[in-house]
């Protein structure tokens, strides 16, 4: 199983020491050199026989696998970028990859085959090899290093940097591409990112609910305590469901605009939800730089804002069925 | 902790072919002229006759029980569907959907012949027997005895929230048979009593959207032969937890107030705005992920599983979302809701409004639901 291998892998790459070092800005060579090893830097190159479902299915176990124990790594990032260029059939370089944050602070140029303009929030923009971007409605591969970049971090302290292009060559140029279209499948991939770390979230609370006690017994014995957890576990679940329901509608390519947008929406709401009642539960430690909680809470908080908030794809989602007036909103959703 | 089992890959060919066929026959009905909010709550026996007849009714039953041998997700659709079109379906809807398929587990040979062919037809309505004046979510607490005299059951005590016992033919009661303090569950049988057997009195209790669908049900003395027992006696309290994932986990836990989004939909249609969208985006992204999540319980019901864990999160999500729909249209928007309007969508405001309360109480009250999702995940 690829999500059993990417999580032992993890388990043993990402020590203590790791994980303060990349909160300092260090970047975790060793362990990102052992999941490019195993060809877990592109999930979906390792699906057989072409199957777009497939390959979604093993890009989700791995990226899973990063979210559910707070990787400090662009696995996501990469999986994403891969997915694109073989979409534009241009070979992944080998290496870390990024792209775009497909916000209205992207700025793009393309004239005589060279790249000008600026890019922001660019996840890792110091740290990878190329970012896959749109520049005049084509897709690009484009490397920074040599861009002038100007760091930045979200609160999870991942580095969100702008990178300036002053008249470079791609890598290479593809199709072209809706900056859109785009945004969507990267947002369905965020949502899988909130609905990972939000059931990771539950499992620690629900542990810590069960040995914390108060008042001479476990707290996770007061229906106060239980209610919260059943409430964050429903939550869960649905968010859960939804990053599945994407993932299908890409592999269709059917509703994928639709489907994206509620998987975004419905995981920002439920893992905003989970790290609220979670850190409630967990009381003052929850609090503490010492306690992992807030690994995992510092990463949903930034994630819910990236790539599409709940009110951006909720109106998003409206818009759609306002427009499409020819069909009843129960029809639009039986459809989908 | 336990992790539910939700998987939203379907094979939706069947489906989508009923679809057509559930939609055409809606479309041609004359209940359907006036959608109702909550519309599973709303008795026509004449459109359940109608659904029957037409082979929606015990879809997925064994065909020599009247039953069309259809699978769990086309039986899925018709649900939904007659609940996105405010059909009155409540005449047959506890039937089908629990008192039916509790008969087909457990009941006896005769049983099954007698009774299942006439629910699949639409002419045989039925209630459920558990809440009593004294016993609402502490169920195991219940006092309705019966008591078994010769070739007997002899039965004294009252239910309560009797939906439509004033209409239906039977009522599938939890009652105790036996007492032992210490083992308060296991005293418990299930017993199918016609409606109309003598010593049984039907008293209605109004609702506060003004209707009669409840009632308290009154049993002084009430004979039934010793067949009547469902299943083994001192098993009730089993079979009746058995039945709860098919009253959990339908599209009826999330799609009450649904008609009422329609018509929303339809009035901001004619003046769009960032507010409405946002509205019924906030809406449709809750709800689509909840209708997979009742779509793969369906699919597990209809392997012979019961995915109690799985139905009770949808109950729990389900509840939620009919109810703030209510709210965020009337909180909001902001329109006047009138019961007698002619305006469709102030009608359906006003019936979902007042229905709403009900939502996170029957099937189970929200606080119970999250004591079992509790349970599953280790914390009692």
């Not at chain 1, 003052?284 to 306690?291: K, N, P």
Request: glycine residues 8%; aromatic residues 6%.
């Amino acid at each position: 199983m690829i999500e059993d291998s990417a999580r032992r892998t993890i388990a043993d790459g990402l020590t203590t020491a790791a994980i303060e070092a990349a909160e300092q800005g260090a970047w975790a060579a060793s362990l990102w050199e052992k999941l490019e090893a195993q060809g877990l830097s592109q999930p979906a190159a390792i699906a057989e026989g072409g199957d777009p479902g497939e390959a979604l299915e093993i890009e989700a176990a791995v990226i899973r696998s990063a979210a559910a124990t707070a990787t400090p790594l662009p696995v996501a990032e990469t999986a994403l970028a891969g997915w694109f260029l073989a979409r534009h059939a241009i070979e992944a370089p080998s290496g870390p990859l990024s792209l775009a944050a497909f916000t209205a602070g992207d700025k793009l140029s393309l004239a005589g085959g060279k790249v000008s303009g600026k890019l922001e929030r660019v996840p890792w923009g110091r740290n990878v090899v190329g970012i896959v971007a749109v520049a005049e409605g084509k897709l690009i591969l484009i490397d920074p290093r040599g861009a002038k970049i100007t760091l930045g971090l979200n609160m999870a302290n991942e580095p969100r940097d702008t990178v300036e292009f002053s008249s470079v060559t791609p890598l290479a140029v593809g199709k072209s591409a809706d900056p859109e279209q785009m945004l969507c499948r990267c947002a369905a991939v965020r949502a899988l990112q909130l609905a990972e770390a939000s059931a990771r979230v539950l499992e620690m609370t629900v542990e810590y609910a069960g040995q914390r006690k108060q008042f001479g017994k476990p707290i996770g014995g007061f229906q106060a305590i239980q209610h919260q957890m059943a409430a964050a576990a429903s939550e869960v679940a649905s968010a859960r469901v939804a990053a599945q329901q994407a993932r299908l509608a890409l592999a269709a390519d059917e509703h994928v605009t639709f489907a994206c947008a509620i998987a975004k929406a419905r995981a920002n709401d439920a893992a905003g939800a989970v790290a609220r009642m979670s850190h409630q539960v967990h009381g003052a430690i929850g609090f503490a730089q010492e306690y992992a909680l807030h690994r995992f809470t510092r990463r949903i908080q930034s994630w819910r804002g990236e790539y599409g908030s709940s009110a951006f794809w909720n109106r998003r989602i409206g818009e759609l069925i306002l427009k499409d007036k020819e069909r009843s909103v129960w029809s639009i959703i039986s459809a989908a | 902790m336990k992790t539910p089992n939700f998987d939203a890959r379907m094979d939706r060919r069947d489906m989508e072919r009923v679809r057509g066929e559930i939609r055409e026959f809606l479309a041609n009905d004359p209940a359907l002229t006036k959608p109702r909010a909550d519309s599973w709550s709303h008795f026509d026996a004449a459109f359940s006759r109608r659904l029957g007849q037409a082979g929606y009714i015990g879809m997925t039953w064994p065909k020599q029980y009247g039953g069309h041998e259809r699978n769990s997700l086309e039986r899925y659709v018709v649900v939904e569907e007659l609940l996105a079109a405010g059909a009155p379906a409540a005449a047959h809807w506890i039937a089908d959907r629990q008192t039916g398929p509790q008969l087909l587990r457990f009941g006896t040979e005769e049983q099954k012949m007698r009774i299942l062919p006439a629910i699949a037809r639409g002419e045989c309505y039925c209630s459920i027997g558990m809440s009593e004046p004294d016993s609402g979510s502490d169920l195991a607490s219940v006092r309705t005895r019966a008591v078994r005299t010769g070739d007997k059951w002899i039965i004294n005590g009252r239910k309560i929230w009797t939906t439509y016992a004033h209409h239906n033919h039977f009522i599938l009661m939890l009652c105790r048979t036996s007492d032992d303090p210490a083992a308060r569950q296991q005293g418990l049988s299930q017993i199918l009593v016609p409606l109309d057997t003598p010593g049984l009195s039907i008293r209605p209790i109004t609702n506060m959207a003004g209707e009669h669908d409840f009632n308290e049900v009154l049993f002084e003395d009430v004979q039934v032969p010793a067949d009547a027992l469902l299943g083994k006696e001192g098993a009730g309290w089993t079979q009746v937890m058995s039945e709860l994932a098919f009253e959990r986990s339908g599209p009826e836990r999330f799609l009450s107030s649904f008609v009422l989004l329609e018509a929303f939909v339809d009035r901001a249609r004619m003046e769009p705005s960032a507010e409405a969208a946002t509205l019924i985006g906030s809406m449709i992204s809750r709800l689509v992920p909840l209708r997979g999540m009742s779509m793969s319980i369906a699919v597990q019901l209809g392997r012979g599983e019961l995915p109690n864990f799985e139905a009770a999160l949808v109950k729990e999500m389900g509840s939620l979302l009919e109810q703030d729909l209510t709210e965020k249209v009337l909180g909001e928007i902001v329109p006047e809701a009138d019961p007698t309007s002619g305006d469709k969508f102030k009608r359906l405001l006003a019936e979902a409004v007042l229905r709403a309360p009900s939502f996170s109480i029957r099937g189970g009250t929200r606080e119970i639901l999250r004591g079992i999702i509790a349970r599953d995940l280790g914390l009692r």
